[in-house]
């Protein structure tokens, strides 16, 4: 049973950098694509970023370009979003999920089901 655990969310002031951490097991990272998502109170979920890790190729929310990094340790079966240049409009839980890539879908949606509890990050001055 694949199972994920997210971890490094904060309160953090603007300008300011967190490193989250999703944390996988019960699953061989190289078949999956990982995708971090989150969701603000009141909005939908919103893929923010996501990574085929059998290849690296990557997928950016446009309103996270140039500022979020996606990253695979292979070694700890993590993939970690490095986000700077925090936003309050990044406020959110951010989640995230591994599942098969689906041409039909392209690189990054949300898979459906239940996955870990989420990372609060909350962005004010």
């Known amino acids: 049973q694949v199972q994920v655990v997210e971890s490094g969310g904060g309160l953090v002031q603007p300008g300011e950098s967190l490193r989250l951490s999703c944390r996988i097991s019960?699953?061989?990272?190289?078949?999956?694509?990982v995708g971090w998502f989150r969701q603000a109170p009141g909005k939908e979920r919103e893929g923010v970023s996501c990574i085929r890790v059998s290849d690296g190729s990557t997928y950016f929310a446009h309103s996270v370009k140039g500022r979020f990094t996606i990253s695979v340790d292979n070694a700890k079966n993590t993939v970690d979003l490095q986000i700077n240049n925090l936003r309050p409009e990044d406020t959110a839980v951010y989640y995230c999920?591994?599942?098969?890539?689906?041409?039909?879908?392209?690189?990054?949606?949300?898979?459906?089901?239940?996955w870990g509890q989420g990372t609060q990050v909350t962005v004010s001055s």
């Open positions: 999920a591994p599942y098969y890539y689906m041409e039909t879908e392209g690189l990054c949606y949300w898979p459906g089901g239940s």
């Open positions: 019960g699953a061989t990272l190289d078949d999956y694509v």
